[in-house]
Structure formats: structure tokens, C-alpha cells
């Protein structure tokens, strides 16, 4: 048996999995070594993840997350040992790497993560050869959903958006000016304010201005990171919120850049099954 996980800061999804298929799922609250100390992870795993996993025992165990980076690895690597005392293979990747792997296999690909923020490598098959740092909301992270919230409220409040847009999402969420200048200005996780505001924005799609808006944050995504790969054609995969239900916007934006899509997905999960299977 393989037991493979999809960590993210506040969720993570695990998957027990026997002659390739999924015979369990879990879930259990988010693992990130980057902010967690080794006390923290152990205690979920003890607590929350192996009373689910009952007598079962797996042989190899696969964890993919977001605060994996490579002085974490070796840390993450020992804690899982420790809960798994009876697997033979252990193997700790960052989530980079399991979106290209769920969306590329084994072959050569761009792989990208949509959602509150953006990320995007190009992937030789088995490793990650180039990555065009995000840098964040602040700074980058273009196509995210935190972009994507920006955007729309700096055309909303800025008068960009015909009047019924503005009116319609206003009465929709309840948000003042004051609000929003508060939440985004003083309150901590602005970005995860910024990405909740897609659900209205996905609404208000059938108006042309909010579809052009979504459409240009996925180009410039593509023009700034993935075109300095140099690599038009490859497919670019994507996984995440924002790249699953914005799907015939980024379809739309990636051939307008000269790229073509190859598999969108919304969660990794099913792709890192095939790929270790």
C-alpha cells in the first residue's frame, strides 16, 4: 500500500492507496514544516491521521506540501519515519513538484498551480529544471486568485466596471470601501481575502469587462512566467481552484499567448495516484 498526501497550510488530503486505486481518503488539518516545529506534525499524525488509518500499514509513503522546501526536507522525512516505522520508502517533495507530476506524468511539461497564489516550473519528466519565482501577491503571483481580487476591485472602485457590476457585487457581498481597505490594509491573510472575492467574480463572468479582466490576469501569468521558458511547445498543465473553474478563460489567454493547455485539474490527488501507480 501507498499512502500519498496533499498538504496545504490549512488542509491535508491523504489517499491510501492498493494495486492502484484509492481504497481510503482522509483528511487531517494542515502540515507545513516551515511553520510548524517537529512536536506540531508529529502530533497530527499521532492524533488525527493514524486513528483513520486504523490496522492499515503502508509500505511506501509519499507527502507533498507547500512548506517543503529543501532544508525542510530531511526534518519531514524523519518525523513521517518515525510514524511509519514499517515503510520502506519515504519520499518528501515540495507541491511544485506534485503538481507537475500529476499533470505531466512522467513526460517533459510546464506545470502550474492556480489558485490564492501562482506558481509555475518546467519539468523534464522527473525534476523541475526551471522556476520563474511567483514572489508573491505583492509582487507577482500573477493569474492567482489574490491577483484576481485585486484587480476586480481596483476596476470596481475605480470606476472600470460598468455601474451594475459594481452594484451587483456590492449588494452581493455586503463590502463597503472602508471594508475592504480595512480587511486587505490591517487585517493578517489579505491574500486569502483577495481569492474569496472569485466567487463573486465568477458570477459575474456573462459580463464582458469581468470576463476580459479574468482573461488578462491568465496572459499575464503566461507573459511573465512561462514564456521566459522558452518553451512554446510543451502543454501546460494546471492544477488549483482558479485554473479548474476559470477553465475556457485560461484556454482563452494561453492561446492568445501562444501556448496550448494540456490537463486542468482542480486537485492533484488522482494524477499523483497514476503517476506512483
Known amino acids: 500500500m501507498i499512502l500519498i498526501a496533499d498538504s496545504g497550510t490549512t488542509k491535508t488530503d491523504w489517499a491510501l492507496v492498493e494495486h492502484g486505486r484509492i481504497v481510503q481518503r482522509m ?72 503538481a507537475a507530476r500529476a499533470v505531466c506524468g512522467r513526460g517533459e511539461g510546464i506545470a502550474c498551480i492556480l489558485g490564492t497564489g501562482a506558481n509555475s516550473c518546467l519539468y523534464d519528466g522527473s525534476r523541475v529544471v526551471l522556476n520563474t519565482p511567483p514572489l508573491g501577491y505583492i509582487l507577482g503571483d500573477e493569474g492567482s ?21 459594481a452594484h451587483d457585487f456590492l449588494h452581493d457581498s455586503g463590502l463597503t470601501l472602508d471594508e475592504v481597505i480595512r480587511r486587505v490594509y490591517t487585517e493578517p491573510m489579505a491574500n486569502r481575502f ?38 512554446c ?31 486542468v485539474v482542480r486537485s492533484p490527488m488522482e494524477g499523483l495516484v497514476r503517476f506512483h501507480c
Open 27 to 98: 483528511a487531517t488539518q494542515g502540515i507545513n514544516p516551515f511553520h510548524q516545529d517537529a512536536d506540531t506534525i508529529a502530533a497530527v499524525l499521532t492524533e488525527e491521521l493514524l486513528p483513520q488509518l486504523g490496522e492499515a500499514e503502508p509500505g511506501q509513503v509519499c507527502f507533498y506540501g507547500s512548506g517543503c522546501r529543501k532544508e525542510m526536507v530531511g526534518e519531514m522525512e524523519n518525523i513521517l519515519g518515525r510514524t511509519f516505522p514499517h515503510s520502506r520508502d519515504i519520499e518528501v517533495q515540495g507541491d511544485l513538484v506534485a
Open 145 to 165: 486568485g489574490a491577483v484576481l481580487g485585486r484587480l476586480f476591485l481596483n476596476a470596481v472602485f475605480k470606476g472600470q466596471l460598468p455601474q451594475t457590476v
Open 194 to 231: 483577495l481569492a474569496s472575492l472569485s466567487v463573486y467574480i465568477h458570477r459575474l463572468l456573462h459580463y464582458g469587462a469581468v470576463n476580459r479582466l479574468v482573461v488578462d490576469n491568465f496572459r499575464s501569468f503566461f507573459r511573465r512566467n512561462v514564456a521566459p521558458y522558452g518553451r
Open 233 to 263: 511547445d510543451l502543454k501546460v498543465g494546471a492544477i488549483g481552484s482558479v485554473a479548474y473553474y476559470y477553465g475556457p478563460q485560461l484556454a482563452e489567454a494561453a492561446c492568445a499567448e501562444g501556448f496550448s493547455l494540456g490537463l
